[in-house]
């Protein structure tokens, strides 16, 4: 399997004179890593499979053919202040397919009938609702009706205490920021009675196209109630609970999306979704009945500030939405630590959103709140959504994707997001986002081609068309799935994974030891062992592969925690248990050596099996360091044999998608090369030069033409042996490289 050297040999002589098979595999001089010589390019394009047949878009549902969603956020002054004709003719101008336009459920908008559906103050009898759709309909757009049953008045409270959320004193639960509202339950008669009022009301009175609802389900975390209906569900936060939330959430949902069709089929209904890799409700189980994701994940915030965000929304939404409609809401408005609803944020990082939108597969979706002084007192957010909006609406054939052409699977591991805690050693609720971020800046570093995969989603028939399955410490993974990986890599599949991956079951038990132990050759050896001064190390005992690029070193970083392992034979790494940090008098190892291992890798015909006992992915995030970034990138490339899809090679730190399309294919590249990359906004774009991008098409396809669609140019190519060739000479904050063939 490996070219074994003799240990001594291997340290004496390094890198230099390290065996062929392991010197041609050092990573890209795009890490910019110092004292690693740059090894041939040997990466072996594999050819994209036959193309799709082609579809009839008139057999298309209408929200499928979506590509602009465009929100002004009404607020209760908005009827006294607001230009009907203005802000339908600013959305209509601006291309947009679909306007949201507020029914909402906290205020009514129109003179509604319904009991405690309060009439806002500046409305006066007037239909506001109303004037809104027939202005967007003269236009031609499409209007959802936007309604919020998160919250309701002290009224309503005094004839319903039932419907409020209760603290565990059984004290209501207030709105934080205005407490004549109180917060209501899911599971109460509120969202049974009143909210279907409300919806049929509309739904007798308007020609809406569907339904909305804002503040519900909650994203990111699940709801702690003490009501009394919540009292008897298991407690929050708890796999039992998410259980009964996730039915309760597909039962709500599917009655209302029935009152939506009581008028018109072609109507449905939809909920304010996102969250990321944290979803609330369980994202394969909700996407089998909704047609429509709304991810409601509108900038950066200070705890999650990396400049990807919205993209890696995109790349959920592809795991479970298959070909159905997703859209990512951007905030035009100042999104982050500090909030300003109704001033506009910086284009640049306001124009980035919307470039991860399109990028990640998503429909653009374009947000601000209020207007006041007709359209509002800040304009500046209108000219750089209309303009992104006019320029996307020139090439929407080319960038509405129909597959991902990825070759890596990135295991989501919702419930382990949700729910799992941490090791014992480091429990935090930022856990896993700190290990998503971690594997997801490897992988663009690396500039990998990869998809994320729901764990409902692990059947054999989806992930055949990855060469790789990553499972970043995918804590909780049930019998049945450990069985589909081991199925994975029995048809030949390959996987990399880490921590405690499998060390848990649906509902949080853990195991005595991993699911995967047979698969990955390994076994625990007791409980997780954190750092406590100086953290581990990995003693490289042979030349392999996945040590590429390392001289002059006899151990490399280990991780903040691990899994301690039974002692394997012939590891490559092996741990060197921590020690002390402070004073440095004791900074020495106690024990020099061990056979517990720090790394298990293993091959069987054409799989190949990483296993890293220690949290690499997160440890990586949260330090920069760059031999845990080397270590992740040769064993992704070890365990993919090298192969890749689409190549693009130049200088920069980039995200990139690559895309069928129904003219051909599209190649994304997303600029991150700037200061602002993981805090704040962006101010401005440091532009990229020269990235080529080579791909193997079909046998039979025909290439008609290369356009860079925000450059606005056509680019010269070269096709020999059906291996396209072509380069992109420069890329300010986006480009996307439009293929068209025949
Ligand atoms: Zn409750």
């Known amino acids: 399997m490996t070219l074994v050297i003799n240990r001594r040999d291997f340290l004496k002589t390094g890198a230099a004179a390290l065996p062929l098979k392991a010197a041609i595999l050092q990573p890209d001089s795009a890490e910019a890593i110092p004292d690693v010589a740059v090894g041939e390019d040997v990466a072996r394009l594999v050819p994209l499979p036959p193309r799709l047949a082609p579809i009839d878009p008139t057999t298309l549902p209408w929200q499928q053919k979506v590509r602009r969603v465009g929100q002004s956020n009404m607020t209760e002054h908005d009827p006294a202040v607001m230009n009907i004709e203005e802000w339908a003719d600013f959305w209509s101008s601006a291309s947009a397919d679909v306007v949201f336009v507020s029914v909402t ?96 009301e509309v739904n007798s009175l308007y020609d809406v196209d569907c339904f909305y609802t804002n503040g519900w389900p909650p994203i990111g975390s699940l709801p702690d109630c003490h009501c009394a209906v919540c009292s008897k569900l298991p407690s929050s936060a708890t796999p039992a609970y998410w259980n009964v939330f996730n039915d309760r959430v597909l039962e709500l949902w599917q009655k209302y999306d029935a009152i939506a069709k009581e008028k018109n089929h072609e109507r ?51 795991a479970v939405m298959e070909d159905k409609f997703a859209t990512n809401v951007t905030a035009a408005y100042s999104t982050g630590a500090v909030r300003w609803r109704n001033s506009s944020k910086n284009s640049a990082e306001a124009n980035m959103w919307l470039n991860e939108t399109l990028a990640s597969g998503m429909a653009l979706y374009y947000h601000f709140i209020g207007s006041e002084a007709g359209l509002g007192e800040d304009r500046r957010w209108q000219k750089v959504g209309a303009s992104y909006f006019q320029w996307a609406a020139k090439s929407d054939r080319h960038l509405k994707p129909r597959r991902s052409l990825a070759n890596i699977g990135v295991v989501i591991g919702q419930s382990t997001q949700l729910l799992y805690p941490g090791p014992v050693t480091a429990r935090s609720r930022n856990y896993m986002r700190e290990t998503t971020h971690g594997i997801y800046e490897a992988l663009l570093t690396g500039r990998f081609a990869f998809d994320f995969v729901h764990e409902d989603r692990l059947d054999l028939g989806r992930l055949r068309k990855y060469r790789a399955l990553l499972l970043p410490n995918v804590a909780m993974l049930s019998d049945r799935q450990c069985q589909q990986v081991r199925d994975y890599v029995h048809s030949g599949g390959s996987i990399m994974a880490s921590f405690e991956t499998s060390l848990y079951d ?144 130049g200088d920069g730190f980039v995200e990139m998608f690559a895309w069928e399309t129904t003219p051909g294919y599209s190649v994304h590249l997303l600029n991150y090369t700037n200061a602002h990359a993981y805090h704040g906004w962006l101010s401005t774009a440091y532009p990229l030069t020269a990235q080529t991008v080579t791909m193997k098409l079909p046998d039979g396809v025909r290439l008609k033409a290369v356009e860079l669609l925000r450059a606005g140019m056509s680019v010269p190519f070269q096709l020999e042996a059906g291996v396209l060739h072509f380069t992109i000479p420069h890329v300010d904050d986006y480009e996307v490289a439009a293929i068209s063939v025949a």
């Open 105 to 200: 459920g906290i205020l009514a908008f129109y003179p509604s009938k319904v009991r405690f559906h309060r009439h806002g103050r500046f409305l006066n009898g007037r239909d506001f609702f109303g004037e809104c759709v027939a202005a967007a309909k003269r236009r031609g757009m499409r209007v959802v009706a936007r309604m919020s049953p998160d919250l309701n008045w002290e009224d309503a409270l005094e004839a319903h205490p039932e419907w409020a959320m209760r603290h565990a004193d059984g004290s209501v639960q207030f709105s934080g920021e205005d407490s004549r509202l109180f917060r209501t339950c899911m599971f109460s008669s509120y969202m049974d009675d009143y909210v279907p009022a409300i919806m049929r």
């Open 268 to 318: 449905f209904y939809f909920a304010n979704l996102g969250g990321n890799v944290r979803g609330g409700p369980n994202l394969d189980r909700l996407a089998k009945t909704a047609v429509w994701f709304q991810a409601d994940n509108q900038g950066r915030t200070y705890d999650d500030p990396a400049v990807w965000g919205c993209s890696l929304q995109g790349r959920v939404c592809n």
């Open 506 to 649: 649906q509902n949080l038990k853990p195991r005595d030891d991993f699911g995967l132990a047979d698969l990955l050759g390994v076994s625990k050896a007791g409980g997780v062992i954190g750092t406590n001064g100086n953290a581990y190390y990995g003693r490289m005992e042979q030349a392999h592969p996945v040590l590429a690029g390392f001289a002059d070193t006899n151990w490399l970083p280990g991780a903040q925690n691990r899994v301690p392992l039974k002692p394997g034979q012939d590891s490559v790494l092996t741990v060197v248990p921590g020690f002390v940090q402070y004073p440095p008098e004791l900074a020495y190892p106690a024990v020099s050596r061990t056979a517990e291992p720090a790394i298990a890798l293993r091959e069987t015909g054409s799989s190949r099996l990483a296993y890293f006992p220690g949290d690499i992915e997160r440890t990586f995030w949260l330090t920069g360091h760059g031999d845990l970034l080397r270590l992740i990138h040769n064993t992704i490339r070890w365990i993919t044999h090298d192969e890749s899809v689409v190549r693009v090679k």
